[in-house]
């Protein structure tokens, strides 16, 4: 439903009718907007309020008495990272890139996922090199042509828009 011309409003502003129906649910939406910023507003202020354990249960401050925290008494079990979790902590980094060049080379993520664990090292390392030789070199443009056990071919061309397919 359009906006009604200015006329069409003077008209029905001089006979008296009521606003479009547009600005009645507008002043609806807007309320209620209000309020739930006052209840978000509420509630973060009653969680600054509630009080916090920093004992050696956990390395965060935490609600006393939960999970391995026994308030007021110590910890029996302090809480464990996953292992390997901080070994890598930009493990995720290169995901897309590595991602773009699967998917150029026509390799399966999942059929091909050993074969892909064991050159992606190599690839990574090319692919790096080759973008610093040639920066409008594009990731998604590289792929692996060869494979002769440890050593990897990567090509890689340049367009001006987009993936090549």
């Known amino acids: 439903m359009a906006r009604p011309p200015e006329w069409v409003r003077t008209e029905n502003a001089a ?7 547009r600005d009645h649910w507008r002043e609806i939406n ?3 907007r209000e309020t739930k910023a006052v209840e978000r507003a509420k509630r973060k ?12 249960a956990y390395p965060w401050p935490h609600r006393p008495g939960g999970g391995f925290c026994r308030h007021p008494d110590p910890p029996l079990e ?12 930009y493990r995720g980094r290169y995901t897309g890139i590595l991602r ?15 074969q892909i664990e064991r050159i992606m090292p190599i690839v990574l390392r090319l692919a ?23 050593t ?10 987009g993936p090549t397919m």
């Open 15 to 21: 006979c008296g009718w009521l606003p479009s129906l």
């Open 78 to 89: 302090r809480w464990q990272p996953k292992p390997g979790s901080e070994r890598r902590p």
């Open 100 to 114: 773009q060049i699967v998917r150029a080379s026509g390799m399966h993520p999942i059929r091909d996922r050993a």
């Open 128 to 150: 790096k090199e080759m973008k610093l030789k040639n920066p409008r070199l594009k990731y998604c443009n590289m792929r692996v042509t060869r494979i002769d056990g440890d």
């Open 152 to 161: 990897v071919t990567l090509t890689g061309c340049w367009t001006s828009a």
């Open 30 to 32: 807007r309320g209620e």
């Open 45 to 56: 202020a009653g969680d600054q309020k509630r009080s916090k354990c920093r004992c050696a």
